[in-house]
């Protein structure tokens, strides 16, 4: 099979991304690192020499959702193999990393099967098939750390960026994969991260969002070898010329600290709004969740959040349905969302994950139960949503705009509750920060007007 080098002609790379931000941020860096061999990404799956396959298995039938997107992207490079052309068919990801030898089996004219850690050596992947025309399959944890070996990013013309300061996880959750298919955690060194940092804001990002899985356990190493914390990261990226905006997510409360807070306080490019993911407002549940933590204690940050910044904002995680929980339970959970007041929030129900300790306990729930109790949770939860929203009409909030809206004249861009925004205003304002008069709730999103242009 042909392999292209920088002096070949390009060739072209078509991602498909499913999961969580990580994953975006992930798919970004493949492409990356396939640049300089030549690749460069095309949104049409039929054109593409190369096809990455970026999976997730956080919830529900995650392998048997790749197995039917795996039969389909079959039919792309079968198609093409009938006219003389190679597509490489990569599956990436949570699911390449668990289910690796399945896929083999499964999927035979799988090409290349690599885990979230070893994506650096993509170009060496690609130069094993064209050489052996074998399978190859990656999904070790290597002793390297992939952030070594990856160019810097660039992506041109990118307001708003991830990027991965943490990664993996050592807390075993009972119901969660990730400390399987992400690995032990890890922080990143401090001048990789801002390294990163000034690459992306030279290339226009005026907003980044730090990633983790547990990112506030955050613990790099600084150039002299101290470990430095993420409220230390956030204020050295915070004096970087040219970055506005700084986020991070997802923090566990367990890791929540006072320097954290205080950051809040006294850094006015952190974003004040956080996701703290509770999962529930049971002790007897968050216990058997293996969480670490109990209901007051996660209500004590949040009061020390809203004590620190009285705008803070607090968006969240919940599970139902995990085995054993009662109606009592339940309740404690609706009655830990009343207390907090969410401006946003995801919910799911209870997933069996092969492997770990949750799937097998007992007292599971019928479907029944978890799709009641969703709809309780998820129907507080989109009112407290919209009651959030209602509170900033009649308020002035920046906006980093983003891009052009849908009408003629009009620009969007988010407000520090990422909120969408759109005025009335000038496109060159992309890329910059406004205050604006929030004048009406839309659906998904605020409309207002830029302050400078009002009269008053
Ligand atoms: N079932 C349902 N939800 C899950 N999550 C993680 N594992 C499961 C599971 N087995 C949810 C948690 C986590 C979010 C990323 O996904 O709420 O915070
Ligand atoms: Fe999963 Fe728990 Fe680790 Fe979060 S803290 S990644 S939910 S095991």
Redesign the pocket.
């Known amino acids: 099979m042909p392999v292209p080098s920088s002096t070949s002609s390009l060739r072209k790379l078509h991602v498909i991304t499913w999961g969580?931000q990580m994953n975006v941020y992930d798919s970004a860096r493949m492409q990356d690192v396939l640049k300089p061999i030549g690749y460069r990404a095309t949104a049409f799956p039929e054109e593409a020499d190369m096809i990455i396959l970026n999976t997730c298995h956080?919830?529900d039938k995650a392998a048997e959702k790749v197995f039917s997107e795996l039969g389909r992207l079959r039919l792309i490079k079968q198609a093409r193999e009938k006219e003389g052309q190679q597509t490489i068919l990569a599956v990436a990801g949570c699911v390449a990393q668990a289910e690796g030898k399945e896929i083999l089996t499964r999927a035979p004219y799988v090409d290349i099967v690599l885990g979230p850690q070893t994506y650096h050596r993509l170009p060496e992947m690609v130069a094993r098939i064209a050489r052996a025309g074998k399978t190859v399959i990656e999904t070790d944890f290597p002793v390297e750390q992939k952030f070594d070996f990856l160019p810097a990013p660039t992506t041109e013309n990118q307001l708003t960026a991830f990027l991965t300061i943490q990664e993996g996880c050592d807390k075993f959750c009972s119901?969660?994969v990730v400390p399987y298919t992400r690995g032990v955690e890890s922080s990143r060194p401090v001048s990789s991260v801002l390294a990163e940092a000034r690459a992306l804001i030279k290339m226009g990002a005026g907003e980044i969002t730090l990633l983790g899985q547990n990112v506030n356990a955050y613990h790099g190493l600084t150039e002299d070898g101290q470990p430095c914390t993420l409220a230390d990261l956030i204020k050295s990226l915070a004096a970087l010329p040219g970055l506005k905006r700084i986020r991070y997510t997802t923090s566990h409360p367990r890791d929540m600290s006072d320097d954290l807070v205080e950051a809040h306080k006294e850094i006015p490019a952190l974003m004040p709004f956080i996701h703290l993911?509770v999962?529930s407002g049971s002790n007897k549940i968050l216990l058997a969740m293996n969480r670490g933590h109990q209901a007051g204690f996660y209500m004590e940050w949040i009061e020390k959040l809203k004590r620190a910044r009285p705008d803070v904002a607090i968006s969240s995680?919940?599970?139902v349905g995990y085995p054993g929980e009662t109606d009592k339970d339940f309740e404690d959970t609706m009655s830990l969302v009343k207390q907090v007041g969410f401006a946003q929030a995801?919910s799911?129900?209870?997933?069996p994950?092969p492997g770990t300790p949750a799937a097998n306990a007992p007292g599971q729930l019928p479907e029944d139960v978890k799709d009641e109790r969703l709809y309780q949770l998820q129907d507080l939860l989109r009112s407290q949503q919209d009651s959030f929203n209602q509170t900033l009409v009649n308020k002035v909030v920046n906006v980093y705009f983003t891009g052009k809206g849908r009408k003629d004249g009009q620009i969007t861009g988010r407000s520090p509750y990422l909120q969408p925004v759109h005025v009335i205003g000038d496109e060159t304002l992309i890329g910059q920060e406004r205050p604006v008069y929030i004048s009406q709730q839309l659906t998904n999103s605020l409309g207002g007007q830029i302050k400078e242009l009002e009269n008053t």
């Open positions: 969580c956080i919830r119901f969660c993911p999962q995680d919940f599970i995801y799911f129900k209870y997933s994950r």
